[in-house]
């Protein structure tokens, strides 16, 4: 079926991708039809118009057609105004230095935030359409007091107000990680309004001391314990490689600690090979050493029964196209086979489009579970095959499902014609429109159930049952500055009172409280490897087929999704197989209340009474298929802003509700595609110093080198003691507001050149003789997973300590994931460079010389000479961040453009590693001199 179905881009004369054309059919005997996706670039190479294949077509016979993401840039290439089909228009207006101002969007919404003259932010104001403005957020920074500087709180929030209530951080380490911190929440669910002083604010909350959690860590990073709000401390425990190799847990008032997973064993890539938990349950994995795909999932109990073997068979692409479950037993039922496996196909553009499996002979295809199985002898009778279908269209969202099993059922959606916005069955045009709001939030669920949604489009609250003549039944959800669910209230109306059921959120803990029943109850969850531990105990007595501080293993299957529970005897506790968009086919347990306290299900995410799961960024909804509202991190999935992990969930997952990952995706694939798989020589510090000590010598040189000079580079910076010609050579003339940006690069950096020793594989040793990387000294690529630093063997032999200690610098600075460096322009001195710093330094040493050269030629760029030759390799990537139509425009834009010469520098990894080495090789040059 994928036979001459190729993906081609099409590229303008600058080089930018005007059109990516991908080839669709469903099966082999279909013709194939084009689909093509649409972007529009200015004259300065900026992208402002994308258009997914369906609006592409409309807009061939209809000119007025929209594009799917429209944007205006400002003159620094910052986004100023974007316009979504799917989420409508938002605005923003930034400050001379690029943060945040002000910002409106199509709902009516409008953001104010306020900076201190660092430029940090003190305070952010929020107006809703015909509503007073309200401070929604409100922090406070440490000073430089003896107190403050002993916490290590100098210059980090001390204080955050939000919309949850507040939080107070007591305690720093020396990587800038919260140790100690006090959660306090607001004494009402009403939309908070802070006051300027603390003494106000603090009337704002709940009495009491709060909610105070803790953490250490081993000086290489690692979490060594945690302690929640009620004393319960989780341990864990680390190899000598860095890698997690047991968890504990020791309860409240408990002397000893409770080994809930150990024996945590690792393939040479990282992957988790075998795991122990502490009820005697043993998980194994298996991978493919050509691909690194999983082959085989297996849990045994302490009898060693198994619970779960699950086998994956693939196709050529990697995508699933079966799972079996050698521990259910195959029955037969109403002239059926039923087999415990699960089937999958896919189009060629690897969208799933049919799925095979069994489900409870008593289904639910909607927001509700199915109905709950006692266990008991195998029955046929539980279980059905079924089988489903999808239709999709241009852009990807779902037209119809069609079920067959158990019972038959047809799921219809129908699009908008502009938009990505779909709705059940076939309304009109005008209820699709009604159906959501402004930006593109879903206003019902279900008829009936009501969506309100806050100003920062997370959702609010569900009404689950609406009364005419009464309160209606509600679940509201409260979030913190960041957005995380801390809060989730549930109210529900009785005869003339209304019960309360409530949930927070808190590291390592969530706290339950129900008016309805008097039950409190405490959940402490540790996630160790494939087992996620949770424990159950209550402060009031504990239901009657249940014991207190009960013990529940979960294990997982390859989405992470929890495919049953076991207790602390090793007992299963339930049982659960999902669809493959994530409802519950069939769900068994041994006590129906005891089943019913599960609320980590699909993807590993918790499950609402609403039906819904609850991913952190949005909410997901399974029976249709999409998200309730758009994607908060806009286009990084393309332009439908609601399709569910590209419409492939057997492959993809996404964590937060942002972007999807490929689950699977391991180290090898990574190597496979850029043909350097088979000239590794040596895969981490342990390797190589085992089998090559003399490369070992050079690198473990380099490595305490870079570290040296980075953390030197970072106390110089913070205390402004550096060497004020090498800044400026690299940085230019120092601005106190680029001092936090700088140390906090050179902070990462330290820990990423910390973590080469400590972490297995993160140094990876090639010879690649005639290949495509023999020229390449060393690099990293943001498709592998975890950022390896690949460095090539002749470099490592062929070069000084110095010079391999500043690659290491440059490299590592590439390692962030969140902030990572990019290569703008090389820093590499010629010869009249070198002839001119031997002049000025005499018969310096050779590192001396070269840091000299190096000076010079930053120099150069910096003041605004920077010429075509200096592009060399990189640039891509200058023309993109300098919004130049082609090189010599760049050129021009840079050149002339101090404000962006500087800010590129603070961003380059040439400039940041150079800095670093220069700094320590003339301070140690001018102590010997002296």
Sequence with gaps: MNAHTPSLSVVDPRGLPVRALAYFRQAADESVTARVTHQVFDPLGRLIQQRDPRLFALRQGDASVPANLATIHNLTGQVLWSDSVDAGWQLGLPGAAGQALEAWDQRGWHRRTEHDPLLRPVAVHEQGSGEPERCVERMTFGGVSDDHARHNLCGQPIRQDDPAGSRLMADYGLSATVLRER????????????????????????????????????????????????????????????????????????????????????????????????????????????????????????????????????????????????????QHFANQRIEPVRRFTYDTLYQLISATGWESAKPSLGPALPEWQAFGPPDASRWCNYSETYQYDEAGNLLQRIHHGAVGDTLTMRVAPLSNRSVKVHPTQSAIDESFDARGNLLELQPGQRLLWNGRNELAQ??????????????????????????????????????????????????????????????????????????????????????????????????????????????????????????????????????SYKTIRYSGKERDATGLYYYGARYYAPWLQRWLNPDPAGDVDGVNFYWFVSNSPINFIDRQGYFLILRNYLDFRFETSQGIRQSVLHRGMKDVERNAPEMAKVLNEGIALAKSAVKDAAESILNQDFNARIYNSYFWAFQPDNADELKERYQKILFNLERLESKPAKVVIFRDAGGAYERANAFINHSDRRHKIYINERYLLGRSVTEVAQTLIHEASHQDRANYSLDYYYITPDKFDKANAKLLVGNGARDVVFSVAMEMNSKKMLLGNAEEIDLRGVSEDFISEVRGANAINALHKYNNNPALRSRMARNNADSLSGFAMSSAIMSKWSKQRS
């Design 183 to 330: 959660r306090f929440f607001l004494n009402s669910f009403d939309p908070v309004d802070w006051p300027a002083l603390d003494a106000d604010r603090d009337c704002l909350l709940e009495p009491g001391a709060g909610a105070q959690s803790s953490w250490t860590y081993a000086p290489s990073g690692e979490l060594m314990t945690q302690t929640d709000a009620k004393g319960h401390i989780q341990h864990f425990a680390h190899d000598r490689a860095g890698q997690l190799c047991s968890a504990g847990l020791q309860r409240s008032g408990q002397i000893s600690v409770d080994t809930l997973v150990s024996g945590i064993h690792y393939s040479a890539s990282g992957q988790v090979e075998q795991e122990l938990a502490g009820n005697g349950m043993r998980t194994t994995s298996a991978y493919d050493p050509a691909n690194g795909h999983l082959m085989l999932l297996a849990t045994q109990g302490p009898n060693q029964s198994f619970l779960q073997k699950l086998t994956y068979r693939y196709d050529s692409f990697g995508n699933i196209t079966e799972i079996t479950d050698a521990a259910l037993p195959i």
């Design 462 to 595: 569900v009404t689950q049952i609406a009364r005419v003549d009464g309160a209606d039944d509600l679940e509201r959800y409260v979030y913190d500055g960041e957005g995380t669910r801390l809060r989730k209230s549930r109210t529900t109306a009785a005869k003339s009172i209304a019960h309360a059921a409530e949930v927070r959120y808190l590291p390592g803990i969530e706290l339950h409280s129900n008016s309805a029943t008097g039950e409190q109850l405490q959940v402490v969850s540790i996630q160790a490897g494939r087992c996620t531990v949770r424990l159950l105990h209550w402060d009031s007595p504990p239901p009657v087929e249940l014991d207190n501080d009960q013990l529940r293993f979960c294990f997982d299957d390859h989405l992470g999704s929890s495919a049953f529970e076991v207790d602390a005897q090793a007992q299963v506790i339930s049982q659960e197989v999902y669809y493959p968009f994530g409802g519950t086919a069939w769900l068994a347990g041994r006590h129906e209340v005891e089943t």
